[in-house]
């Protein structure tokens, strides 16, 4: 299970430098605080490690589930490029039985 959080970790860094570049965040598995909880649709136990920034506040999370699925996001409110009015609020990753996808999660700007 740490092999498929560091290949996690590596996919959204990769994600953040793309969109935030040399501002991009330390995107780091042992930075994570992990947890065991439990998946709400099958009852089965998975783990949910968390991310927060200097004050505390939570700025990221993955989420290893036991059928094999996964998920993840970090924060990182960044001008979309190309795009004026969007920002990416965080980059995403998710999959299933070692298939990764990610993409950025966009916000309009008001």
């Known amino acids: 299970m740490v092999d498929l959080g560091i290949k996690l970790c590596?996919?959204?860094s990769q994600e953040a430098r793309l969109y935030a570049h040399d501002k991009a965040p330390a995107i780091?598995?042992?930075?994570?605080?992990?947890t065991r909880?439990?998946?709400?649709?099958?009852?089965?136990p998975?783990?949910?490690?968390?991310?927060?920034?200097?004050?505390a506040?939570?700025?990221?999370?993955?989420t290893l589930n036991s059928d094999g699925s996964y998920y993840g996001e970090?924060?990182?409110?960044v001008p979309q490029p190309g795009k004026p009015r969007w920002f990416i609020e965080a980059v995403t990753v998710w999959g299933r039985d070692g298939v990764v996808r990610a993409e950025p999660r966009l916000l309009a700007a008001v």
Do not use: H, M, P
Not at 57 to 62: D, H, I, P, V
């Open 46 to 55: 998975g783990y949910e490690g968390v991310w927060r920034d200097a004050r």
């Open 10 to 12: 590596l996919v959204l």
């Open 28 to 34: 780091r598995l042992e930075d994570a605080s992990f």
């Open 57 to 62: 506040q939570k700025c990221g999370s993955l």
């Open 37 to 44: 909880v439990i998946d709400r649709t099958n009852g089965l």
């Open 74 to 77: 970090f924060d990182l409110l």
